[in-house]
């Protein structure tokens, strides 16, 4: 304290020790932020974690991986009904089936009209 | 953001208008022998001497004493700041015109729940009516107002509409603290939030100071909220930026506590019994300053000394140095001593990441004078242990109320009666 320095504020002991103090505390926190499992979730649902993350990418590969899979060995399988079963095949007049509609792929093609 | 360097803390009078039941200073009447006009005035030249910057006034309720405008222009035309903090039971408009007259910068309101239960804490009916009445008063006058509040088990799930209430008042600030067992509150532990209840006040506030950041409102948590959690520098840099971190306690390093009968401390809040430097009636305050073991207990920051007081949790952690055991007047009314510090956020992360949990449990009730306090002792046992039946009061994430819809909980209707 200098001849001239009021006794407050009081300088530290060891400026350069705080400053290292400082540094190492930013950094441990750094760190432990993110090693830490977030807190319980609060207002607005739960917080999105790095946890969360790695799950999601996991989940999202499998699920490219599974599409893959299916395009390529689920061709010639028959294809599941869509929601409320396969479309209503009106008979025609001549009696003749048509050949079912396709599901899988895209809408059903037009249809006969039934006199 | 503003920085402050010094500061003092200066209780001008203990006559109080309002009966907290969690009031430190157990305030009511004024003290025997507090300090005349005249040394009041001259201890404010030896503030400015010292190098005190700002000055912020309490009490009690400091406006009850009758020459407290005086003391209000001296410090102003001494060139310091200076500030008032108060219960705000019935400010009025004229009153807030002769505060901005005689040049305070700011007053800060406490404000503890929505209605019912500031009336609780604050020991009387109409409080909270009466201190947003003040702060329209102040606002009209053209005084800035700001806001701090208590967090317990009280006013904890009432934060976020504390805040909408403040915000609506036009609060430009809002500081926060932990009610902690000092005077009357050592008389109600269940007040008192136990450490692992921390896990889930520390989300709320994190989220509150993002409100406060979107709203333009600076969010200040008070000293003893903290630390090195992984809210920390949110919590404490209030705009957003910034790297502020807690740097151990400040008492006698930038602050000072002054009791209305002219005692010095490092901090307003520490126990005067423990941390007394003495009297401006018997030496001068540069004095006390320069030889009263007490105000230069947080000294040497940086070295041993700066932390050789600390035992417990607090010895062994790996933010022991900087950290130098949090707030020294939480420890203290928890325990009887410094430097080991139950109420920090770190402290229970750690413990829950071992599977334990800490309780508080009171030993030694306190005496029943101002400052005063108990002694607690810590239990550590699983986190997963049957909480203790009858705590109704027990705090968790969901006890929040984070619209007003949400009625208050049952336990805490029972204790209002």
Known sequence: ??????????????????????????????????????PRPVYGGPPVTRRWSIRGIVMLVAGALAAIAAAVFGWNKMAAPVYGGPPVQPVPPNGEITPPAAVYGGPPPPQPRVK | MAVRFTYAVWELTLQCNLGC??????????????????????????????????????????????????????IREAGMSCTLTTGGYGISAAAARAMRDAGLQQVSVSIDGCRETHDFLRGKAGSWDAAFGSLRHLRAAGVPVTCNS??????????????????????????????????????????????????DVFPVLNEL???????????????NIGYYGPYEMRLRNPNGAGRAIWEG?????????????GTIKGCPSLPTAAYSGGNIRERRLSEILESAPALAMNAGQGTEAAW???????????????????????????????????????????????????????????????????????????????????????????????????????????VLG
């Open chain 2, 209 to 223: 100071a993002g409100w406060a950041r979107r709203d333009g409102v600076m969010f200040f948590p008070g000293n």
């Open chain 1, 1 to 38: 304290m200098g001849p001239d320095q009021p006794p407050l504020p009081r300088p530290p002991g060891d400026p350069e020790k705080m400053r290292q103090l400082l540094d190492d505390a930013r950094r441990k926190m750094e760190e432990e932020e993110y090693m830490r499992t977030m």
């Open chain 2, 308 to 414: 050789a007081h600390l035992w417990g949790f607090c010895k062994t952690c790996d933010y022991a140095q900087l950290c130098r055991g949090g707030c020294s007047w939480t420890a203290h009314v928890f325990f009887g001593k410094r430097g080991n510090n139950p109420y920090c956020h770190h402290r229970s992360l750690v413990r829950a990441r071992e599977g334990r949990r800490e309780r508080l449990v009171l030993e030694t009730p306190a005496a029943g004078e101002p400052f005063d306090h108990g002694v607690f002792r810590v239990i550590e046992e699983a986190a997963d242990a049957a909480w203790p039946e009858g705590d109704e009061l027990r705090f968790r994430a969901e006890s929040v109320r984070w619209r007003r819809e949400k009625p208050i909980g049952a336990a805490g209707l029972r």
């Open chain 2, 150 to 199: 208590q967090i317990n088990r009280f006013s904890a799930p009432e934060l976020p509409l504390i805040y909408s209430d403040i915000v609506e008042a036009g609060c430009r600030a809002w500081q926060l603290a932990m009610t902690v067992p000092m005077g009357r509150a050592a008389d109600r532990p269940e007040l008192l939030l136990q450490p692992p209840e921390l896990l």
């Open chain 2, 21 to 74: 039941v969690h009031c430190g200073s157990r305030a009511e009447k004024a003290r025997a022998s507090e300090l005349t006009t005249e040394e009041a005035l001259d201890l404010v030249s030896q503030l400015h001497e010292v190098g005190i910057r700002e000055v912020t006034l309490i009490g009690g309720e400091a406006y009850l004493r009758g020459d407290w405008l005086k003391v209000v222009e001296a």
């Open chain 2, 249 to 261: 306690c400040q008492a006698g390093i930038n602050t000072l506590g002054i009791e209305a009968d």
